[in-house]
T-cell receptor
Framework: DADVTQTPRNRITKTGKRIMLECSQT?????MYWYRQDPGLGLRLIYY???????NKGEISDGYSVSRQAQAKFSLSLESAIPNQTALYFC??????????????FGPGTRLTVL | AQSVAQPEDQVNVAEGNPLTVKCTYS??????LFWYVQYPNRGLQFLLK??????LVKGSYGFEAEFNKSQTSFHLKKPSALVSDSALYFC?????????????FGTGTKLQVIP
């Protein structure tokens, strides 16, 4: 987990506020991902980036935006938070090397509560 | 569309007994299969993966998983459960979807090892 860090670890905010979650990695990986975890739903992909100039929507991107500031940094923004965005958010990285299955390495998570 | 099913929300097993956590999948082409474990207040940690070759894959902490192509299953097993194995376990499949090697996670199975 120390190779992938997320800030903040916990955040409580109000409906309509703008929130940014940050992710940094020291693994040297090109690929980075943002997921949200909800009880009973597993992990769902919000956005992914295969390099600094590549940003792609995942399955649940509405209401979210991202920025890949550098190879090591990938931030997730909620422009106007709403209560159903209350969830546990994970950043992950992978090397993208062929033949290795592209194992993902996860940060410790950010618990976001929107009141 | 690719999918992963973990049919049991929770599995209870006595310490020292063998454990099995079930996973079935649906994907186009040859699958890459993964198991991850999530301890409380932590991110997901990689346990093991199947890419190709031997159907029995060995991973971290004494866990293993058996790939069964005909049954499209990838069950996680351990010969003797420890209380410290209690955690949330996720199965994931990586396959080609819409031109992207997409990773789909199951909804997770909570493993409770009873002393």
């Amino acid at each position: 987990d120390a190779d992938v860090t997320q800030t903040p670890r916990n955040r409580i905010t109000k409906t309509g506020k703008r929130i940014m979650l940050e992710c940094s990695q020291t693994k040297g990986h090109d690929r980075m991902y943002w997921y949200r975890q909800d009880p009973g739903l597993g992990l769902r992909l919000i956005y992914y980036s295969f390099d600094v100039k590549d940003i792609n929507k995942g399955e649940i991107s509405d209401g979210y935006s991202v920025s890949r500031q550098a190879q090591a940094k990938f931030s997730l923004s909620l422009e106007s938070a709403i209560p159903n965005q209350t969830a546990l958010y994970f950043c992950a990285t992978s090397s993208g090397l062929a033949g290795g299955g592209d194992t993902q390495y996860f940060g410790p998570g950010t618990r976001l509560t929107v009141l | 569309a690719q999918s992963v099913a973990q049919p049991e929300d929770q599995v209870n097993v006595a310490e020292g007994n063998p454990l099995t956590v079930k996973c079935t999948y649906s994907v186009s082409g040859n699958p890459y299969l993964f198991w991850y474990v999530q301890y409380p207040n932590r991110g997901l940690q990689f346990l093991l993966k199947y890419i190709t070759g031997d159907n029995l894959v060995k991973g971290s902490y004494g866990f293993e998983a058996e790939f069964n192509k005909s049954q499209t299953s990838f069950h996680l097993k351990k010969p003797s459960a420890l209380v410290s194995d209690s955690a949330l376990y996720f199965c994931a499949v990586r396959g080609l979807s819409g031109g992207y090697q997409k990773v789909t996670f199951g909804t997770g199975t909570k493993l409770q090892v009873i002393p």
